[in-house]
């Protein structure tokens, strides 16, 4: 059975920074793209960055420049830096993976973790 664990999150003051990680685990063969995703509350969820399996990284506007997106394939795990944050980047943060495993191709999504960005 694949599952995604986001870790990382937690209460940071505006300005701070953060790293989410996010671990893969099961009889996987191989993780094309791996992506964060954000819900903060009364939203909807987003796509806040993407990464391929060869380690292109893209992001959404409002986090360019501050979040950078990485991926060890070794590890099957992505992370996610998050500099310079807002108070509007407060939301759940969920890991979202396509992967190849022993029961075929899939995506798959962590349950979350939540960041808030307050003084």
């Known amino acids: 059975q694949v599952q995604l664990v986001e870790s990382g999150g937690g209460l940071v003051q505006p300005g701070g920074s953060l790293r989410l990680s996010c671990a893969a685990s099961g009889r996987i063969f191989g993780i094309y793209d791996m992506a964060w995703y954000r819900q903060g509350s009364g939203k909807q969820r987003e796509l806040v960055a993407t990464i391929t399996g060869g380690g292109s990284p893209s992001y959404v506007d409002s986090v360019k420049g501050r979040f950078t997106i990485s991926r060890d394939n070794t590890q099957n795990t992505a992370h996610l830096q998050m500099n310079s944050l807002k108070a509007e980047d407060t939301a759940v943060y969920y890991c979202?993976?396509?992967?190849?495993?022993?029961?075929?191709?899939?995506?798959?999504w962590g349950k979350g973790t939540l960041v808030t960005v307050a003084a």
């Open positions: 979202y993976a396509d992967i190849w495993s022993i029961v075929g191709r899939s995506t798959y």
